[in-house]
């Protein structure tokens, strides 16, 4: 054994970074490197084919000085603001009503896992057909109960609420599954012990379900607000951000700075503000952690 | 006594909420067997008689489906084999071998995952164009053996790395008693000990591959080289009006792999979720 222990030292040179060889140069190139390089073209003017010349902060600053950068900043909240919390519910709902051992429990979740597996684009253009205000489902169904629906997806007040409901169907299975892993460390006997006490159900939800789940639910809450930042595929394929530009998000506007308009420095300069944006808002969920989640 | 109608209430809620799940795709089938006419109406028809099955035909003849598909099926293949190799290549090494640096390696591997593609999508394009792969699926491919255009591979590195590190250690110490090399173990053991990562791992990125509109959107620009998603969003604002019933055979042709793909192996991924979920 002993041999073979020092062999392995001999060895212990180049050999590994041969192995990580791959994966070391794909992030250098594909991810730390345009990391560097996205900040240094955030402080120039960048066309394709001109050469970058150094303006300065001048992209942060007329950014931060444009009405449209806040509004576009307002309406990714808005989205995150309706996704975040009705995803959350409704992931959570569906957790619980399956958790118990139920027959065909295994059928439930593989339907409600569905849409997760479907490509965002399939489930916009899906969905692009259920919103058409003419001769959609939706406006069908609602017509049933005496509503007029609106044109959901031309309407710039129901485009965006539209489009976060769509992301929910789309989802909610994904965190399903994170909080049936949750739910499933809870002891059972945890439940047993309350009920023979008298305990109701909705006490027994807030009481050992709910603090027990919470570190799962906080890093549901993280990632899911993170996600909804990031939105794009949906704007892209359901209205490029209009009517208007009323479902203008940041990752759609920073798309549209690089590849419409050509302006690659000021959307550098945009995908930093992003980053940072995403940034502040972890930190301080980071911080309000203690507030709400459960430690033992 | 309130048992039996709770369990009731139970049944009907998860059935709701499974029709509201399915209803979606139950209105995609039904609309890709209409009739372009009958899609004008309203109200509008629920269960379409007769189904004009038709439709798959015309879809294949009206619409590039055929070459989309195939695109979609090289992209997704070729990537998932480079992001396999890459990632288990590089778990090796973390999971089994001591070197200078290698926390700070793998540390800095892992965040790379939280680094959105809004701040590299700029420099990545520029690199594309230099390199000269736009509008080739060089760039849709090639990037997976290095781990990914976006960071996708720290991912697989992470999952692969805690699966080989389950296995034991005496395993390789014997093999290399009997004279083998380090590769050759990890080749013709590990690896095909590993059939159960692997297969997860393969999984999560063919479907990653398969339904991601970013990368082709960024990288592609002729009809003939898009895969599924770039080329239904393009017909998406192209057919805007009419021809929904087209759209939506092109969208269920699109989606029906990968939905057969998950339910085959549904059962990895609820495991792969139960595992992962356990620390929170």
Known sequence: ?296 | MGLPAMKLIRYLLLGLAGAIILAPFLWMIATSLETPEALTVFPPRIIPSPPRFSNYADVFQQLPIGTFFFNSVKISLLGTIGELFAASLAAFAFARMEFRGKKWLFAIVISTMMIPFQVTMVPVYIIMRYLGWLDSHASLIVPHFFGGAFASGAFGVFLLRQFFESIPKELEDASRIDGASRFRFFLTILLPLSKPALAVLGLFVFMGIWNDLLSPVLFLSTEDKMPLTFGLAVLQTVQHNGRFDLLMAGTLIAVTPIILLYIFAQRFVSEAFLRSGVKG
């Not at chain 1, 919390?85 to 139920?102: F, G, H, M, N, Y």
């Not at chain 1, 597996?117 to 017509?143: F, P």
Request: cysteine-free; hydrophobic content about 50%.
């Open chain 1, 1 to 296: 054994m002993k041999s073979l222990r020092a062999t392995n030292k001999s060895e212990r040179g180049r050999w590994p970074y041969l192995y990580l060889a791959p994966i070391l140069i794909g992030l250098s190139v594909f991810t730390v490197g345009p990391v560097i390089v996205s900040l240094f073209l955030s402080l120039t003017h960048y066309e394709i084919g001109l050469a970058p010349h150094f303006v300065g902060a001048a992209n942060y600053r007329d950014l931060l000085s444009s009405r449209l950068f806040w509004q576009v900043a307002g309406q990714t909240f808005y989205y995150a603001f309706i996704y975040v919390p009705v995803s959350i519910a409704v992931s959570l709902s569906l957790a619980l009503l399956i958790e118990k051992k139920t027959r065909g429990l295994a059928f439930f979740r593989t339907v409600y896992f569905l849409p997760v597996v479907t490509s965002t684009v399939a489930a916009a253009i899906i969905w692009s057909w259920l919103y058409n205000g003419d001769v959609g489902l939706l406006n069908y169904l609602l017509s049933l109960i005496g509503i007029t629906g609106p044109q959901w997806l031309r309407n710039p007040h129901w485009a965006m609420p539209a489009i976060a409901l769509m992301s929910v169907w789309k989802n909610a299975g994904y965190n399903m599954m994170i909080l049936l892993a949750g739910l499933s460390q809870i002891p059972t006997d945890y439940h047993e012990a309350a009920r023979l006490d008298g305990a109701s159900a909705f006490r027994r939800f807030r009481t050992i379900t709910l603090p027990l789940i919470s570190p799962v639910l906080f890093f549901v809450v993280v990632v899911t607000t993170i996600g909804a930042f990031q939105v794009f595929e949906q704007t892209y394929v359901m209205t490029n951000g209009g009517p208007g530009t009323s479902t203008l998000t940041l990752s759609y506007y920073i798309w549209q700075m690089a590849f419409e308009f050509f302006d690659l420095g000021r959307a550098s300069a945009l995908g930093y503000l992003f980053f940072l944006i995403v940034l502040v808002f972890t930190f301080v969920q980071f911080r309000a952690r203690k507030r709400w989640v459960f430690q033992p």
